[in-house]
DNA sequence: CGCCGAAACTTAACATGTTAATCATTTGTG
DNA sequence: CACAAATGATTAACATGTTAAGTTTCGGCG
């Protein structure tokens, strides 16, 4: 059988673990969680989004994602409101304290992320990011049955 | 600020989240956890371990571990004894029930591995296995400040 | 119009991740 | 030998992952 520690499930979830504990310091520094700050930057990027877009796009599951806006709503660093149109749809939205939280960790963020890359090489981070979304692309559809048509 | 689908720890979790997503399955059947599943690999691999060897092979956090080895302990999949020399230590080693059931999952694992790789390409995914290796390496000692000495 | 299936969330329930605290045992040191 | 610090493991407390079930609202269709 497969070599343990050289299974790739592994060496994806180590090779992460290594990055964000260079993170989580900084974060944590801010009470924020690793997906509360993906959901802060998705916010900030758009006008508004409704949670099952913003599910998609911050790769977090509906009750994941549920249970933290309610969190970060009490915080007040979001805003909701609900779809005039459909109003089974929620429409979520960053707030200006969302926005200056955002600004003050930010910064030091950005600092790691260069560092990370000036100590792996640019070129060779950007190539293995390429490989990891060839990786996510192929494994799209089923594996073990044959696609047709 | 950097674009977040772009950021190296989202493209690790989706690329690891895309991997896993093809093995859940057949762990489920078998009512196995990937972490469950992790552990009893690893046990199956020596004669005996203690807590903390395993947490750093199977890569759990001890409180996690703690926890699933009670469960697998109580399910009859692992044996447990106390090291006659240190009583603080926990001895672990894998059950016969616990053989069987990685003899009755293994297969299709190792299927689905091959496939994988056989989709990816068997090289290039050896290549993205040394990239991983690497930048968890290269992130090994503190990032911002210079190791001196 | 009225019902029924689907869609968008949310809640529930259980497992793991994460940090801090606790408990038992051991080890080093005076 | 006594005792403080360190070690191994578990427990506690809270956050997220994961699947299933529940709630409300929409949309289509007779």
Redesign the interface.
């Given at each position: 059988?497969?070599g343990?520690?050289?299974?790739?499930?592994?060496?994806?979830?180590?090779?992460?673990?290594?990055?964000?504990?260079?993170?989580r310091p900084n974060l944590r520094k801010h009470d924020l969680t690793?997906q509360q700050w993906?959901i802060l930057?998705?916010l900030?990027?758009v006008e508004a989004i409704d949670v099952t877009e913003l599910a998609r796009?911050a790769?977090l599951l509906g009750p994941s994602l549920s249970r933290i806006l309610r969190d970060l709503d009490a915080r007040g660093l979001i805003e909701r409101q609900t779809d005039t149109n459909d109003l089974r749809r929620g429409l979520l939205s960053i707030s200006p304290k969302g926005l200056k939280l955002?600004a003050q960790v930010?910064p030091t963020s950005?600092?790691?992320?260069a560092?990370?890359a000036a100590?792996?090489g640019v070129r060779?981070?950007d190539?293995?990011?390429k490989?990891?979304?060839?990786?996510?692309a192929?494994?799209?559809g089923d594996?073990?049955v044959a696609e047709r048509e």
């Open positions: 059988m497969r343990f520690s050289q299974s790739l499930p592994m060496a994806l979830l180590r090779a992460r673990e290594a990055v964000m504990r260079q993170f690793e993906r930057r998705a900030a990027a796009v790769f955002i930010a950005e600092a790691i992320y560092a990370i100590r792996y060779r981070l190539e293995l990011q490989m990891l979304v060839d990786l996510e192929s494994l799209a594996l073990l």
